[in-house]
């Protein structure tokens, strides 16, 4: 045997890594020298011997490694984030990106809420203010329309002029105006303030005999003694009535006069 | 039959795992984790008979990829992968089952780098597919004597020497040279008769 086949016999052992440090250092001088059979025969023992890998019993790394590895591999990938994760990272990137998103999403879903509530609040406002701006403005035209009913009977040459002079000279006298359609009117000027839960009526006196007074409308005077009252169908005609009276009632009106009239006038 | 007759005698065919390396090249992660699926659980078997803790086992697994992540511009396609995972996984294995010795540090030398390993894979390698080559490995393996075999294991999952395992078995160190060449050889005829 020469030198060439002692060292192709070790060549396996060399292989598997059991030569001894002595033996070692002789094959590797040999496989320096350029021995071209021995560099062949030493490739394919380490693939024999790579196969020796099969003996292991079969077992399989968890998922976690995989997600590890993965985790590190898009990273470092063009177009990852260039940042190496840490070793020991247990929570995917996918986990935190939708912990964050979630996050994100919940902080959108209660400033989006806040925000619908305030506009909602505010839609309530302005349709609060828009309500009580059109009483308003209805209220304003009734008022409107009244003055103008006030003024046409006030104005119209059809009326009839009533003055109701007080019983009591103290006080100031009222005049009234009866438009045949369009009804009556009352008013006064300088008259004094009435007591708490007090107010004036009118009433119509029928000419019929027996037949009792007719309540009208009630009023009261203003801070200045100032009032108007309209009564828009009178419940008699003008010809089948003998006068028109005032009494103080308590407030609501009564059915019958419940004193003496405090203005009287005539109906001509 | 017929198409074969027609095939290009000679012509290369480029294994799957040469198609994905090439894509490696490229940044492809998607490559990286098919390769991944592929030979993961035998590089993790292997690394788990030599260190026999899970945790650490996982440990050497994820360098043996990264390095293969990041080291993939060294690798020529022509030369097969499965070995040279194996054979580094072996290493880094056994470097954390002991101290680096200056025969461990030698080992590394040879191994580590993309061209010293299996630089040609023998004819019959692609005679048998991964399963099939696997059964027959543990097949002849375990035909063998039982401290012969034994023998085999402590050189290739413990990293002990000739002298170490004559030792551990209480046998001649000759004896213990010869049962591992013989071994080793019977295993390559083994599988070149499978072909």
């Known amino acids: 045997m020469n030198s060439h086949d002692q060292f192709r016999e070790q060549i396996e052992a060399y292989a598997i890594g059991s030569l001894d440090d002595a033996d070692r250092a002789l094959l590797e001088a040999h496989l320096a020298s350029g021995c071209a059979n021995c560099v062949k025969a030493l490739e394919e023992a380490r693939w024999l011997v790579s196969q020796l890998a099969y003996l292991a019993p079969d077992a399989a790394p968890s998922d976690m490694l995989k997600g590890r590895l993965l985790q590190t591999v898009r990273a470092e990938a063009p177009g990852g984030s260039g940042q190496s994760p840490v070793r020991t990272a247990t929570v995917p990137s996918w986990l935190w990106a939708g912990v964050a998103a979630l996050l994100l999403f919940s902080v959108y879903s209660a400033w989006n809420e806040q925000r619908q509530r305030s506009a909602v609040a505010s839609l309530q406002q302005q349709a609060e203010a828009q309500r009580a701006e059109r009483q308003k403005l209805e209220q304003e035209l009734v008022a409107a329309k009244l003055q103008a009913h006030e003024a046409m009977i006030w104005s119209d040459p059809k009326s009839v002029k009533i003055m109701l002079p007080a019983k009591d000279p103290k006080m100031p006298q009222l005049e009234a105006m009866w438009h045949p359609e369009m009804g009556i009117c009352v008013r006064g000027w300088k008259v004094p303030t009435l007591a708490d839960k007090r107010v004036l009526q009118l009433w119509l006196i029928p000419k019929k005999a027996g037949s009792k007074p007719m309540p009208l409308v009630t009023f009261w005077p203003d801070a200045s003694g100032t009032f108007s009252a309209m009564v828009e169908n009178p419940p008699d005609a003008m010809s089948d009535t003998q006068a028109l009276a005032v009494t103080e009632e308590p407030i609501g009106g009564s059915q019958q006069p419940t004193g003496t009239p405090m203005w009287v006038g005539g109906v001509s | ?195």
């Open chain 2, 1 to 195: 039959m017929f198409l074969a007759a027609f095939s290009p005698k000679g012509s290369e065919q480029v294994s799957p795992d040469a198609t994905l390396m090439q894509q490696l090249l490229r940044r492809d992660v998607g490559a990286f984790e098919e390769l991944y699926e592929r030979h993961s659980r035998i590089v993790y078997s292997l690394v788990l008979r030599i260190l026999r803790q899970g945790p650490t086992a996982e440990e050497v697994v994820q360098d043996v990829f990264l390095q293969l992540w990041r080291n993939s511009s060294q690798y020529d396609v022509r030369r097969p992968l499965v070995p040279w995972l194996l054979t580094l996984a072996r290493n880094r294995a056994l470097d954390h089952l002991r101290l680096k010795s200056e025969r461990q540090r030698r080992r590394e030398e040879q191994t580590e780098e993309f061209p010293q390993i299996a630089a040609a894979a023998p004819e019959y390698e692609r005679a048998l597919d991964e399963k099939r080559r696997a059964e027959r490995v543990r097949a002849l393996i375990g035909s063998l004597p039982a401290a012969q075999k034994k023998a085999i294991e402590l050189a290739y999952f413990e990293g002990l020497s000739h002298s170490e395992i004559a030792a551990s078995l209480h046998e001649p160190l000759g004896t213990v040279k010869s049962w591992i060449r013989n071994g080793l050889l019977r295993l390559k005829e083994g599988l070149q008769a499978s072909s």
